[in-house]
Nanobody, 120 residues
Framework: QVQLVESGGGLVQAGGSLRLSCAASGSILSVNVMGWYRQAPGKQRELVARITSGESTNYADSVLGRFSISRDNAKNTVHLQMNKLKPEDTGVYYC??????????????WGQGTQVTVAS
């Protein structure tokens, strides 16, 4: 089992910044992918950004150039720096971890979610 604990959500004005953090503990394999997903009211959960244990990253088109994901493998933490926030970035942000064997996903874990609200 893996436990994911998120922090850093909150209320911010449009154009502002927030930094989300997620600490993972438990049965974490050396090859894994950590990421952030978000879910707005009435919408499906969507990928925001993710980063592999080799530090390859990918981002949703909507956040390119505004958000940056990073990780500390020694501490099993992942961070999402969100700049130039827009009202449409509002939602519950979930931390995600996938344990991998080569390219196959062995198991997937989710955090409890943290609310991000961007006021216009």
């Amino acid at each position: 089992q893996v436990q994911l604990v998120e922090s850093g959500g909150g209320l911010v004005q449009a154009g502002g910044s927030l930094r989300l953090s997620c600490a993972a503990s438990g049965s974490i394999l050396s090859v894994n992918v950590m990421g952030w997903y978000r879910q707005a009211p009435g919408k499906q959960r969507e990928l925001v950004a993710r980063i592999t244990s080799g530090e390859s990253t990918n981002y949703a088109d909507s956040v390119l150039g505004r958000f940056s994901i990073s990780r500390d493998n020694a501490k099993n933490t992942v961070h999402l720096q969100m700049n130039k926030l827009k009202p449409e970035d509002t939602g519950v942000y979930y931390c995600n971890l996938e344990n991998r064997f080569h390219t196959a996903t062995l198991d997937t874990y989710w955090g409890q979610g943290t609310q991000v609200t961007v006021a216009s």
